[in-house]
T-cell receptor, first 113, second 110 residues
Framework: EAGVVQSPRYKIIEKKQPVAFWCNPI?????LYWYRQNLGQGPELLIR????????DSQLPKDRFSAERLKGVDSTLKIQPAELGDSAVYLC???????????FGPGTRLTVT | DAKTTQPNSMESNEEEPVHLPCNHS???????IHWYRQLPSQGPEYVIH???SNVNNRMASLAIAEDRKSSTLILHRATLRDAAVYYC???????????FGKGTLLTVNP
């Protein structure tokens, strides 16, 4: 069974540029999460989806970050414009409804210069 | 969610057992104890979880103190592939948000 797929794996952009990350969850997982992990820290939740609905986006910086999950499968996380402090690894995870066990993708390492 | 406290780092030798401790003195009665690990350049990976009783799976064992204020993740025979950051997380109810701390960096020596 394929795991959570993320692309790109690495991205280098200049500040003020836009960037987007894509995630394809495990088939059948209707819960999808986006996390951000700063160097030396544990991941922090940005947003959680149940199917197409964002049920917890309290930690998403809404002035520059946006996310969507059309059709309740793939998801895209966007930053516009990027700032130097956005350099981090962006992780996507998925789980079955009602399960505490989350499956993580390999992440996208973003560097903003 | 209850705050967890873990040592910053631990070392072990290959093929020896490893006991990774976690303190969670403010855990509530409905909080589960979860362990995840993160290998270098990978996303976190679920290891095990439990509520009150000790739990075993193919990866590890989880020993939970009787008062539930602490727990220990046990790797029975450490391998080099077990070198990772191990996170202990307490959460439960309808809140599926995982709150990661800094975890314990486990180094396995050959």
């Amino acid at each position: 069974e394929a795991g959570v797929v993320q692309s790109p794996r690495y991205k280098i952009i200049e500040k003020k540029q836009p960037v987007a990350f894509w995630c394809n969850p495990i088939s059948g997982h209707n819960t999808l999460y986006w996390y951000r992990q700063n160097l030396g820290q544990g991941p922090e939740l940005l947003i959680r989806y149940e199917n197409e609905e964002a049920v917890d986006d309290s930690q998403l910086p809404k002035d520059r970050f946006s996310a969507e999950r059309l059709k309740g499968v793939d998801s895209t996380l966007k930053i516009q414009p990027a700032e130097l402090g956005d350099s981090a690894v962006y992780l996507c995870a998925s789980s079955l409804a009602g399960s505490y066990e989350q499956y993580f993708g390999p992440g996208t390492r973003l560097t903003v210069t | 969610d209850a705050k967890t406290t873990q040592p910053n780092s631990m070392e072990s030798n290959e093929e020896e057992p490893v006991h990774l401790p976690c303190n969670h003195s403010t855990i509530s009665g409905t909080d589960y104890i979860h362990w995840y690990r993160q290998l270098p350049s990978q996303g976190p990976e679920y290891v095990i979880h439990g509520l009150t009783s000790n739990v075993n799976n193919r990866m590890a064992s989880l020993a939970i103190a009787e008062d539930r204020k602490s727990s220990t993740l046990i790797l029975h025979r450490a391998t080099l592939r077990d070198a990772a950051v191990y996170y202990c997380i307490c959460h439960g109810g309808s809140n599926y948000k995982l709150t990661f701390g800094k975890g314990t960096l486990l180094t396995v020596n050959p």
